[in-house]
């Protein structure tokens, strides 16, 4: 699943607008949904993301013996 539609998922699981997560990181609604179309977000830009919804974003690998980076 890509970061975008995770972005959409989440919004709709944290019952929060598009405008209002734009207002929340400081951007205009029109800047996030271009961001969101394009896909393109820093690790910075998505631990925001995830602390204006309330919540914690992870990304890692894992391997099948448990191993995680």
Do not use: V
Not at 33 to 55: M, P, V, W
């Amino acid at each position: 699943m890509d970061i975008p539609t995770k972005i959409r998922l989440a919004e709709t699981y944290a019952k929060m607008s598009e405008s209002e997560l734009a207002r929340k990181i400081g951007t205009t609604p029109q800047a996030l949904g271009q961001r969101i179309k394009t896909g393109k977000f820093s690790s910075a830009d998505l631990d925001n993301i995830a602390a204006a919804l309330g919540a914690e974003f992870i990304c890692s690998f894992k391997f099948p013996d448990g191993t995680e980076i």
